[in-house]
């Protein structure tokens, strides 16, 4: 009678380790729009290009440049209003530009956030509009690389303990692979909203940075 051998293979442990990381955002992108409702397209368009020069001359003016502030839309249409016996009639046209702003905090002695948006606010005046506020790490790489760590540590800890349990030891890593959670806090958003030339306060808060990973071990 032949006994068969199981495959070594087959004598393994399989475990998910999770690491997070949790650090301050140093960085605040925002959504700026520059808007005006004039009689004439060409007025609406003057208004829009200069209320647009006097905001990025201030986003300049605090380090706002390069990369950090880009235009990302143009745009103008016909304002109407419906009137009896006359249809639709024309009453003006609103432009618009859009920009795509990222706020840097340097250090303590540098301007907030805080200082750099109601600095560009009070540049736009009435023609500015502002939305869609996101917090993120100019160096995401360094934080994942952390939690990278600490979920194979965590990783390890439970197979280590299954394999002691089980009255074995951990031999051979036969597989690594790292599982996408998605992303583990939504980020902070808000809505389209007017503000005065003061400094709003905006906090930053803490943003974890989450790693999965699955790895299976050789049990000897």
């Known amino acids: 009678m032949t006994v068969p051998v199981s495959d070594p293979a087959e004598r393994a442990v399989t475990v998910r380790g999770s690491g997070i990381v949790s650090a301050v955002p140093d960085l605040v992108r925002a959504a700026v729009t520059v808007t005006a409702t004039r009689p004439a397209v060409a007025d609406a368009f003057?208004?829009?290009?200069r209320s647009t020069?006097?905001?990025t001359d201030t986003l300049?003016?605090?380090?706002v440049s390069g990369p950090d502030l880009a235009t990302t839309g143009l745009s103008v249409h016909s304002e109407t209003t419906w009137a009896e016996g006359r249809g639709s009639e024309v009453t003006g046209y609103t432009a618009a530009t859009m920009l795509q702003i990222t706020v840097r905090a340097a250090g303590t002695s540098a301007?907030?956030?805080?200082?750099v948006v109601a600095a560009c606010v009070g540049a736009g005046g009435d023609d500015i509009r502002l939305g869609g506020l996101?917090?993120?790490?100019?160096?995401?790489a360094a934080l994942t690389v952390t939690a990278r760590e600490r979920a194979w540590?965590?990783?390890l800890a439970k197979a280590e303990q299954y394999a002691s349990l089980s009255g074995r030891a951990l031999g051979e890593v036969l597989d690594i692979a790292e599982v996408d959670v998605g992303d583990v806090s939504p980020r902070p958003v808000a809505k389209a909203f007017e503000v005065a030339d003061a400094a709003i306060a905006i906090e930053r808060g803490e943003k974890p940075t989450r790693v999965d990973v699955r790895v299976r071990w050789r049990l000897v």
């Open 46 to 49: 003057e208004a829009v290009a």
């Open 134 to 140: 996101e917090f993120d790490f100019s160096d995401p």
């Open 111 to 115: 301007p907030s956030p805080a200082q």
């Open 60 to 63: 300049r003016g605090y380090g």
């Open 53 to 55: 020069t006097a905001v």
């Open 153 to 155: 540590a965590d990783a």
